[in-house]
């Protein structure tokens, strides 16, 4: 049973912009904390963005000033806005659900419940 579903991932020019976005059937959104997250070969998977329930974003360092993450209570989604992308993000992209974080969001990815397939974002240069 699939509880998250990412959708948006596609192959762009560098310098180019894309959307990601993650349908949630789990209603963590509405009580917990949602996440991005991103994984190339051979590397562990990082944390790219997350939101809290009460709207706390986090970014890592990487992607500061070119990510937004946001999420719409009501369809249920949560985004990823990329913009300014270079090769360097190229990654399979997952959307993550912690579950009953209310005010900050997980440090740890073991702590995030749910888990979508991955989409794959490609930057050219």
């Known amino acids: 049973q699939v509880q998250l579903v990412e959708s948006g991932g596609a192959s762009v020019q560098s310098g180019g912009s894309l959307t990601l976005s993650c349908q949630d059937s789990?209603?963590?959104?509405?009580?917990?904390?949602m996440g991005w997250f991103r994984q190339v070969p051979g590397k562990e998977r990082e944390g790219v963005a997350s939101m809290s329930y009460i709207g706390t974003a986090t970014y890592t360092e990487a992607v500061k000033g070119r990510f937004t993450i946001y999420r719409d209570n009501i369809k249920k989604t949560v985004s990823l806005q990329m913009e300014s992308l270079k090769p360097e993000d190229t990654a399979v992209y997952y959307c993550a659900a912690a579950d009953g974080w209310l005010y900050t969001c997980p440090e740890e990815n073991g702590e995030y419940n749910y888990w979508g397939q991955g989409t794959q974002v490609t930057v050219s240069s």
């Open positions: 789990t209603n963590t959104i509405d009580r917990g904390c």
